[in-house]
């Protein structure tokens, strides 16, 4: 089963996805984890998208469309959870396209709805860990005190994002309602959509989105 987590930043889309993969064997393909993985390794990419991340723009289709060509050639089998992509109408035209190339379908659409003041404050207080990725946040689940992470048990540093302040989340807000979200009207027009209310805990988030998997 290939999926698309949809939501604007803060939604709960990685820790939903990191949530799959630990209980369905699902693979992650996050761009924006894709991006810092290559801003951070110093390639000739990861330069040129520094920049453009942090002010909280989005990269161009191209870079983002060949990342995930990339990792759909060379992953197989567990069904996809694609994080944080399509973030465009063109990305969502070549996610088809891409598909379809390897044989694969998508099967659901899961849109996660979160008010925006919520999103703020989500994304204001949240860290990761540097280690496996596990996010924390300072109000609902903050760092242990030992600084042992609970998901990997190991002691790292909890790393808050480059672009988790608050004037680049407004452009990435901005960013989102201006680029992604028709991709609701576009998922819905092809009878993909479901909707979760992304507000309530984790845990009923991830029994909303279980549902929407099994029906
Ligand atoms: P995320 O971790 O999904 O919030 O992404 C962090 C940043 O990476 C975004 O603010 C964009 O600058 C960039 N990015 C991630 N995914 C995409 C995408 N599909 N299209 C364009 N830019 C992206």
Redesign the pocket.
């Known amino acids: 089963m290939n999926i698309i987590l949809l939501g604007p930043?803060g939604a709960g889309?990685?820790t939903q996805a990191q949530h799959l993969v630990a209980e369905r064997g699902m693979i992650q393909l996050?761009?924006?984890?894709?991006?810092?993985e290559a801003k951070a390794s110093g390639t000739e990419m990861g330069r040129k998208?520094a920049d453009?991340?942090a002010?909280?723009?989005?990269?161009?289709?191209e870079?983002?469309i060949g990342l995930?060509r990339e990792k759909l050639n060379g992953e197989k089998g567990g069904g996809f959870i694609f994080?944080?992509?399509?973030?465009?109408l063109p990305?969502a035209d070549a996610l088809g396209q891409l598909l379809a190339d390897c044989g694969e379908t998508l099967d659901a659409v899961i849109e996660m709805q979160v008010d925006d003041e919520a999103l703020v404050d989500r994304i204001t207080s949240r860290s990761t860990c540097a280690g496996c990725g596990a996010v924390y946040n300072d109000k609902t689940k903050p760092i242990p005190a030992d600084g042992i992470c609970t998901s990997c048990g190991e002691k790292h540093e909890f790393k808050r994002?480059a672009?988790d302040n608050e004037e680049?989340l407004r452009?990435?807000l901005m960013?989102y309602y201006k680029k992604t979200s028709p991709l609701i009207g576009y998922y819905y027009a092809k009878d993909m959509l479901s909707t979760v209310d992304g507000l309530g805990s984790m845990e009923e988030v991830t029994a909303s989105i279980a549902s929407v998997l099994d029906a």
């Open positions: 930043p889309k990685g996050s761009t924006g984890d894709m991006l810092r998208v453009v991340m002010r909280g723009d989005l990269v161009t289709d870079i983002v995930i994080d944080g992509f399509p973030r465009t990305q994002r672009d680049a452009n990435r960013e």
